[in-house]
């Protein structure tokens, strides 16, 4: 289950990442395109929008994606509170972003993520596999991995908390 995430972040970071680390996973989400079938049943191509928000708009959640048809055509809606750290926020888009990737997110539902630990459904399982694998990119983790001294030194090239560092290097059996 989660090879298919590892597979759709890297397609993702393929497609739309600049190269640069961190992995700004707004701005990437900014170039994806992504297929939804309209009332009809055709196929047609989607926007991702990312925004901050005040995280009393979010009515108690770390997050919210919903798929919304707009006068210019369908887009994704990701929203997070913006109140958080960034390193969270960063990671709280990437696994937004994972969600729409993933096939997750319908028309006419919002998704609202509390991002709790300890939440162990195969969808944040996966979102959350997206979104570490996005953010902390195998090819680049392995090449910094060998030059840092401290899992904080880590977490702080690729933007992400020590725990998402940490969950990311024992995924790739590094230690």
């Known amino acids: 289950?989660?090879?298919?995430?590892?597979?759709?972040?890297?397609?993702?970071?393929?497609?739309?990442?600049?190269?640069?680390?961190?992995?700004?996973?707004?701005?990437?989400?900014?170039?994806?395109?992504?297929?939804?079938?309209?009332?009809?049943?055709?196929?047609?191509?989607?926007?991702?929008?990312?925004?901050?928000?005040?995280?009393?708009?979010?009515?108690?959640?770390?997050?919210?994606?919903?798929?919304?048809?707009?006068?210019?055509?369908?887009?994704?809606?990701?929203?997070?509170?913006?109140?958080?750290?960034?390193?969270?926020?960063?990671?709280?888009?990437?696994?937004e972003i994972g969600h729409i990737l993933l096939g997750h997110v319908h028309a006419g539902e919002a998704m609202l993520c509390h991002h709790e630990y300890g939440d162990t459904s195969a969808q944040m399982t996966q979102a959350n596999a997206f979104a570490a694998a996005l953010l902390m990119p195998e090819r680049f983790l392995r090449q910094v991995f060998d030059g840092v001294k401290s899992l904080q030194q880590m977490a702080e090239v690729f933007g992400v908390s020590n725990q998402a560092a940490s969950y990311r290097i024992k995924a790739l059996r590094l230690l």
């Not at 309209?38 to 995280?55: E, H, L, M, Q």
């Not at 009515?59 to 887009?75: C, I, K, M, N, W």
Request: glycine share 6%; net charge negative.
């Open 1 to 95: 289950m989660n090879s298919k995430a590892l597979k759709i972040a890297q397609e993702a970071l393929d497609i739309a990442w600049d190269g640069r680390l961190p992995v700004n996973p707004a701005l990437l989400a900014s170039k994806l395109l992504v297929d939804v079938k309209d009332a009809a049943g055709d196929v047609v191509k989607s926007t991702i929008v990312v925004r901050g928000v005040a995280g009393t708009e979010l009515l108690g959640a770390s997050s919210q994606v919903r798929l919304e048809q707009t006068p210019d055509g369908f887009r994704f809606l990701c929203e997070y509170n913006s109140d958080e750290i960034s390193y969270r926020n960063r990671f709280v888009v990437a696994h």
